[in-house]
Structures are given as C-alpha cells and as structure tokens.
C-alpha cells in the first residue's frame, strides 16, 4: 500500500473554502441587518425627538400670550408672528408727566430701542383706566441713590431675591406709573416653518435679521412640515379679524434625511394644544 502524501486534497480545500464563504456571508448578512436596524431605530428616535423639541419651545412660547391684547400679531397656516416676552422690570420710581422712568430690573438689561409694555394704573379707586401702554426706549441711565432703596417699607435690597440692579428708562411718551408696576420689553418674532442650509426647519425670525433654525429637520410644505390651527374656546374654527383667537393647535411632522429600511426618508407627527391666556369663554 503506498503511504498518503502530506496535506490537503483539491476536494478538501473546496469543501473548507465554500463553508468559509458561507460563514463569512452569514456573518456579513448579520451584520447589515444590524446596521439598517440601529439606523431605522436612530430614525425613529429622531424624528420623535425632534416633534416634541419642536412642541415644547412653541408652548412655551405661546403660553404667556394673552388673547385680548395683541400678542397674536399675523396668522397664518404654516406661520405665526407674536409679541414675544423679553425683558421684565418694576417700577420704582415715576413722577407725572415725565419720559424719565426707574425701574428694578429683574434678569438682562433694558437697551435703547426696546419696545416696552407698561401698566398703568393711573386711577387706584378704578380699574376702568387700567390699561398696558406701549413705548419706546430712547435712552438708558442710572438711578439717583436712595430713589429705589424701599418700596412699601420692604428693603429689596436686602430680600432674598435681591439686590436688584437698577436703570433710568427714558420712554418715547410720558405717563405716570404707580411703584410695582411691570414694564416688560417685547419683540415681533414670527415662528414658522422655515428653509435654512436647504433643510426644512422651525425657525425663529424678527424683523431685519435672517431666519435661526431651532428644530430640524422637518417635512417640507407640502407634505404638513408645520400647521397652525386657531379656534374659539368651543373648538370652532377662528374667522380671522373677527373672532378672539382662545387656542392653537399645533401639528407638527418631523422627517429625518437617513433612509429607513424601506429605503424612504421616516417621518412622524405629534400635536398639541396651547391655550392662551384671557381667554373668552365663548
């Protein structure tokens, strides 16, 4: 019998070398079904993530808007300008008849050109007179020490949320303000569904500056990237200009740019409700 001679056998080296590509193939196949599924799954939390990011900064927004005193500036379907909150400071100091108003201020500083919101309360036996007055800063200085040391016998100074800082506002009108009174700054800032870098986003934009992306991306117009619904406090559709806007409904459809394992861009929508403040109940 002649002996065998060492190694492998044509027929062996192809059985090795067909279940290596078989294991090697599984192996692969495993590892793109993972890949498609933690992008599907990063997709979705995206998406999501992005909708109610979305959702929370328009509440927030939104919530501290009056119905009945203009804080609803333009509407529109895929839009909506208002009278944002800014500033917030107390009257400490007034005299009648003057431009020259003193004020705590409470967080970031009054500038020259800010629009303001006063309340006057020119009559303390009468709430008929009481009204919010609009002005316009026109220049800023310092308080004489000692005007707003107290207020009603009560040191802010030394009070546990003090010491306030405090500013001389000269306003584009004159008018008397009772001490306490709040004087809050605005802007006109307009919340819509905006294209920025050639993404579809929900941006910010105040006039004479270019819109700022916030929340992104989002689906484009067509397919509902953002919707502004105003009804009554019923439910009712608003006519606007002449019915009390009371709440908005906000739909808003996030879609994000990795495809999904359909191989289509993934979207998904949420909405929420805001009711505003002031609201006539009818």
């Known amino acids: 019998m002649s002996a065998r ?4 056998t044509i027929v062996e080296l192809l059985v090795v070398f067909v279940v290596g590509a ?5 192996i692969f196949r495993t590892l793109t079904i993972q890949q498609d599924s933690y992008r599907h799954e990063s997709a979705v939390i995206g998406v999501q993530q992005a909708s ?9 927004e939104f919530r501290g808007l009056s119905s009945t005193r203009g804080d609803v500036v333009v509407t529109a379907a895929e839009s909506l300008t208002v009278r944002a909150f800014r500033k917030l400071g107390f009257a400490c ?18 500038a020259v050109g800010d629009s303001v919101l006063y309340w006057a309360d020119r009559d303390s036996a009468s709430f008929r007179d009481d009204a919010w007055k609009k002005a316009n800063i026109q220049a800023v200085g310092t308080v004489p020490s000692g005007l707003c040391a107290t207020w009603l016998a009560i040191s802010l100074a030394d009070s546990v949320l003090g010491p306030f800082p405090t500013q001389r506002l000269t306003l584009s009108v004159a008018d008397s303000l009772r001490r306490g009174a709040q004087v809050r700054s605005f802007a006109r800032v307009t919340y819509g569904l905006f294209s920025v870098n050639g ?7 105040e006039p004479s500056t270019a819109a700022v992306a916030l929340v992104g991306p989002l689906a484009q117009p067509s397919e509902g990237g953002l919707a502004f619904r105003y009804l009554k406090f019923n439910g009712a559709q608003v006519t606007l200009g002449s019915d009390t806007i009371a709440r908005i409904e906000i739909t808003v459809r996030a879609k994000t740019t990795q495809a999904a394992l359909t191989g289509n ?3 998904d929508s949420l909405k929420a409700n805001v009711l505003l403040r002031n609201t006539p109940r009818s």
């Open 5 to 8: 001679s060492p190694g492998f």
């Open 22 to 26: 078989i294991v090697v193939t599984a």
């Open 52 to 60: 109610r990011t979305a959702l929370d900064l328009l509440g927030s």
């Open 93 to 110: 100091n007034s005299t009648a008849g003057s431009t020259a108003l003193d004020v705590w201020q409470l967080g970031e500083a009054f």
């Open 199 to 205: 993404q579809w986003v929900l941006g910010r934009h």
């Open 265 to 267: 861009s993934y979207t």
